[in-house]
């Protein structure tokens, strides 16, 4: 069963865009939203995350919105630039949980064209 | 940039063999997790850890095992490896807590011929 649902699977921008990545949880229980980034052989890196008692958050070019009633949380990368070219993933993690276990979204991978 | 190490980078073996993938982390992390990455795919778990001598099942069943018996080391074990095992194996590690920061490893792309 897919908890986080992310979209789209690739997104190319040109240099100076705006990439968005969707996600949409299904699991309530769910405080905790990070994002998530990779690039090619490399393991994944935290990027930004959000708790549900915000609707925004911003970091540099990075945004994370956040609507808590529509269970969607999306990335807004400003100003894209070739080298954000990489593969992003959305997780959520459930309240109360002491693993820290993560659910992950199929991820995106997003091209930067200069 | 996260002090976590994972040996080999790269593994082609034959069907039947065991092997042996290692995890090291140098931040004194006592949760440690393994996820299973198919390309273009997103991350599964397929086991963790609380700290030393306690090890979980993820939510992927995986036919692997882990140890844990020293803070730093979190090796995945396969027995007989089959062509169905051939993936990208990732380690991560994290402080206690439910929502610490998972720093991850650069994996071990595995190929089982």
């Known amino acids: 069963q897919q908890q986080v649902k992310q979209s789209p699977q690739s997104l190319i921008v040109q240099k100076g865009g705006i990439s968005i990545i969707n996600c949409a949880y299904e699991?309530?229980?769910?405080?905790?939203f990070p994002w998530y980034q990779q690039f090619p052989g490399k393991g994944p890196a935290l990027l930004i995350a959000?708790?549900?008692?915000?609707s925004e958050k911003k970091e540099g070019r990075f945004t994370i919105s956040f609507n808590k009633s529509a269970k969607q949380f999306s990335l807004h990368i400003m100003d894209s630039q070739p080298g954000d070219s990489a593969t992003y993933f959305c997780a959520a993690s459930r309240r109360l949980s002491n693993t820290g276990k993560l659910i992950f979204g199929q991820g995106t991978t997003l091209q930067v064209k200069p | 940039e996260a002090d976590i190490y994972q040996t080999p980078r790269y593994l082609v073996i034959g069907t039947g063999k065991k092997i042996t993938l290692e995890c090291s982390q140098t931040?004194?992390?006592?949760?440690m997790y393994w996820y299973q990455q198919d390309p273009g795919m997103e991350l599964h778990l397929i086991h963790y850890?609380?700290?030393?001598?306690?090890?979980e099942k993820g939510d992927l069943s995986s036919e692997s095992t882990v140890s844990r018996i020293r803070t730093e080391h979190f090796p995945l074990t396969l027995e007989s490896a089959r062509p169905s095992h051939t993936s990208q194996y990732l380690c991560a590690s994290s402080r206690a807590g439910g929502k610490e920061t998972q720093y991850f490893g650069p994996g071990t792309r595995l190929l089982v011929l």
């Open positions: 850890s609380y700290g030393v001598n306690s090890t």
């Open positions: 699991n309530t229980a769910f405080d905790y």
């Open positions: 931040m004194g992390h006592d949760k």
């Open positions: 959000i708790r549900p008692d915000v």
